[in-house]
């Protein structure tokens, strides 16, 4: 899946209503309502679309989980077993 870019959808929405809405005009409680479902449905679609940051948020986190051992840590398993 593509990644989306929700300044790009803003400004093919732009493109859409500009001729029938002003920019600065104040949002109402629907603009607003409306603004916080899209935002939801977008963050949902951009997690699942594996952006970089987040994946490297999850590598990270992944990493403090399994307490990965350090190279010194194998460094000195293999000594030990190697004796």
């Known amino acids: ?3 989306i870019n929700p300044l790009n959808i803003l400004k093919l929405l ?3 209503y500009e001729q029938d809405f002003q920019p600065n005009d104040s949002p109402s409680d629907h ?3 409306l603004k916080a479902l899209i935002k939801d449905f977008l963050d949902i679609h951009i997690n699942q679309a594996g952006s970089p ?18 190279f010194e840590e194998l460094k000195s398993l293999s000594q030990k077993t190697t004796c």
């Open 31 to 33: 603009d607003k309502l």
């Open 14 to 16: 732009e493109m859409d």
């Open 53 to 70: 940051i987040l994946a490297i948020e999850d590598d990270l986190q992944y990493e403090l989980q399994i307490s990965m051992p350090t």
């Open 1 to 3: 899946m593509d990644s």
